[in-house]
């Protein structure tokens, strides 16, 4: 069955097309939700809440072709991860003064990109939550500061506070990795 036909057979609440478009699109919606997360159980939460709102509001949903659901979903999981992130986080204002040290020589984009991806994403989830959430707002979702901003309900300088803080703390957990793996 193609997406068209899914999600029309789920507008009707049809639960074998509710499964399977589950099964079609969960996994990657997980890794979405963990990015913003940070741990596996509030991920599966977020994922759960958003495929409820999903269902749920359906028949708002235009279809306009091929991955229109897949990006409206996505959309969902983001608003999601957004609503807890705002519950459970005070965004606050920064100094860059108050930024993390990096230390001087920072390894080359080759290091980085010799580093499982995996391993790179659970090097985010380390983050504190509205560090990692505006890491990912901005690096996955491609949203401007200004954004961001309104999404989170902070100043656009907050937002860019945070992300070079995020960046630096990630910058610094990489050097520690290779440092880590340098002496095996």
């Not at 990657?28 to 599966?44: H, N, P, Q, T, V």
Request: aromatic residues 10%; glycine residues 4%.
């Amino acid at each position: 069955m193609n997406e068209a036909e899914l999600v029309k057979s789920c507008k009707r609440r049809d639960p074998s097309a509710q499964n399977e478009l589950y099964r079609r699109y969960a996994g990657e919606m997980f890794a979405l939700c963990i990015r913003y997360a940070g741990d596996r159980e509030s991920a599966k939460d977020l994922l759960h809440d958003g495929f409820l709102k999903a269902f749920t509001s359906l028949d708002k949903f235009d279809y306009r072709g091929e991955g229109s659901f897949k990006a409206w979903l996505s959309r969902i999981m983001v608003n999601r991860a957004l609503e807890e992130t705002r519950k459970r986080t005070q965004f606050t204002r920064l100094d860059i003064d108050d930024a993390p040290e990096v230390a001087d020589s920072a390894p080359d984009d080759g290091s980085i990109n010799e580093i499982d991806p995996g391993t790179l994403l659970q090097f985010i989830a380390e983050l504190p939550p509205g560090y990692r959430t505006i890491f990912n707002l901005y690096t996955f979702e491609n949203k401007s500061h200004k954004e961001i901003a309104a999404l989170l309900h902070i100043n656009e300088k907050s937002s860019s506070s945070q992300l070079f803080r995020a960046r630096a703390l990630l910058m610094n957990r990489v050097k520690q990795y290779w440092a880590e793996h340098e002496n095996r």
